[in-house]
């Protein structure tokens, strides 16, 4: 048989035409100039300058949640409102959140592996054979054949080494799903951490501004008490000098509202500049709310905690890693097929043929190299090491509630202890007051009076805050979702607009 004109015009220019394609795409993706030009800069001390192509990407389409009562001027929020906005917005819940979803997925890869792999395919082949015997006896072959064909491979029996891998896959989902809940409740703490420090700086703000209402009330009965000649410029110089302090005191104070409130915002997930408000620090706090031992939360806490429970299935997921391992090493049963027709190009005699092939086979591996040995011994090392890292999370967990628990009754009792603290400044300083209008006081007696209750101010409002954030860090050592000093009602929160 002599080989076509046709066969012979089609594959030259088929050639031709795959060559220029390779040089082409070999003078686009090799120039040396292009491939490094503006890749780095152009010596360390010199800043990078981006091309084009190394610009800054655009940000990524904003997917905020935000309830349109909370773009409304004057609303308040309480603390699990904002917890509900973080939940939606917060990218940390939501990276836990995929995590645990692509584990998911990955337990339906290991599934996969009980069924049979079946694969379709579609050839055409051009095949041309020459025998040379002398030149006055060469045979030349030449043979298009196409078709499809089918391929069948099935894992049938390995040990329970695919078992293992679905229980390791699935510990590993659990694992994740537990480290869902504790992305939850970090964000939950973060929030109510920020939170709690607002209403501190507020309530600091408050008082810090009542100091200075008294620091120009000592200016005043000074001023009058010169103008009366019965004390000399240096007293109201001193008061002068203590409104300039408060003054002082309170623009720092407002300053740090401001920066709080942006870290409120972005602990929630939305941007620093929206605004969030609160409502006020309660002045009454329940401080016997804490009615467990540290015994019964310890053991709340060791059912409850989800980063303990991640680890557990962490572990667990490593000593099944060992079975898969194991199974690695050992025999197979497997049966494969194949199934297809070929269609032969102008031929003279039947246009296709019919084939199939079936078999069983028993895979036993002889030797690796050690691998199975090392890979075994690896995966055991692996295990151990993830026990103990769950004893290690179980001994935090332990410390965290022992911790916070004895943070939260030192931060009560701090409470009641500020309380006497502020109840008995304020009386000194209404005494010394008195003193001075009446002038049988000095001014440094007031102004010192009048520091010391400025301080109590400040610690009764520190320990209120205090409390709390112990009490949100209880909850989080624990298990819990929110501080129980979250159910604590806030009337001033509804008088200003808050969000019933």
């Not at 769950?390 to 009560?412: E, F, G, H």
């Not at 109840?423 to 001075?436: F, I, M, P, T």
Request: proline fraction near 5%.
């Amino acid at each position: 048989m002599t080989q076509p004109s046709f066969w012979r015009g089609a594959l030259g220019r088929g050639a031709a035409s795959l060559a220029v394609l390779l040089t082409a795409a070999a003078c686009t993706h090799m120039q040396p100039g292009r491939a490094i030009s503006g890749a780095v800069s152009q010596a360390p001390a010199v800043p990078w300058s981006p091309p084009p192509a190394g610009q800054m990407p655009q940000a990524p389409a904003s997917t905020l949640e935000i309830p349109p009562q909370y773009l409304k001027p004057g609303t308040t929020f309480s603390l699990a409102q904002l917890v509900d906005v973080a939940l939606r917005n917060n990218p940390a819940t939501r990276e836990a959140w995929h995590f645990a979803r692509a584990a998911a997925a990955e337990v339906g890869v290991k599934q996969a592996e009980f069924f049979p792999y079946i694969e379709l395919d579609g050839s055409i082949t051009r095949e041309k054979q020459t025998a040379l015997g002398g030149q006055p006896s060469q045979f030349t072959y030449l043979q298009t054949t196409y078709g499809p064909a089918a391929a069948l491979n099935w894992l049938l029996f390995d040990f329970g080494g695919r078992s293992a891998d679905v229980a390791e896959a699935r510990a590993a989902l659990f694992a994740a799903d537990w480290g869902h809940n504790a992305a939850i409740q970090d964000v939950v703490l973060q929030v109510a951490q920020a939170y709690y420090t607002y209403l501190n700086d507020k309530a600091l703000v408050v008082a810090r501004q009542v100091n200075l209402e008294d620091a120009r009330s000592n200016l005043d009965a000074a001023e009058a008490r010169h103008r009366a000649g019965v004390a000399t410029i240096a007293d109201v110089l001193l008061a002068k000098t203590s409104v300039s302090q408060a003054e002082l005191n309170l623009q720092i104070a407002q300053g740090l509202v401001q920066v709080i409130r942006g870290t409120l915002a972005t602990a929630v997930g939305v941007p620093a500049t929206v605004p969030v408000d609160v409502g006020e620090l309660p002045e009454e706090l329940p401080l016997d709310r804490v009615t467990k031992s540290v015994d019964e939360l310890i053991a709340q806490a060791s059912a409850e905690r989800p980063d303990l429970a991640a680890r557990r299935f962490e572990a667990e997921a490593a000593q099944q890693h060992i079975q898969s391992v194991l199974a690695d090493g050992l025999p197979k049963l497997v049966a494969l097929g194949t199934l297809n027709r070929t269609y032969y190009y102008n031929s003279t005699q039947s246009p296709y043929s019919d084939n199939y092939t079936g078999a069983i086979l028993l895979r036993i591996p002889v030797f690796t190299g050690l691998d199975t040995v090392y890979s075994t011994r690896k995966a055991k090392e692996e295990a151990e090491l993830a026990r103990a890292a769950a004893v290690r999370t179980q001994d935090q967990v332990t410390l965290d509630v022992w911790t916070s628990y004895y943070a939260v009754r030192t931060a009560a009792q701090t409470v009641r202890t500020t309380k006497d603290l502020l109840a008995s400044a304020s009386q000194s300083a209404d005494v010394e007051e008195g003193r001075y209008k009446e002038g049988v006081g000095s001014i440094l007696d007031l102004l010192s009076a009048q520091t010391s209750l400025a301080n109590a101010r400040a610690q009764d409002v520190e320990a209120r805050s205090l409390w709390f954030l112990a009490m949100a860090q209880l909850a989080h050592a624990t298990g819990a979702l929110l501080p129980r000093a979250a159910e604590i009602v806030n009337p001033a929160h509804k008088e200003n607009g808050g969000i019933p």
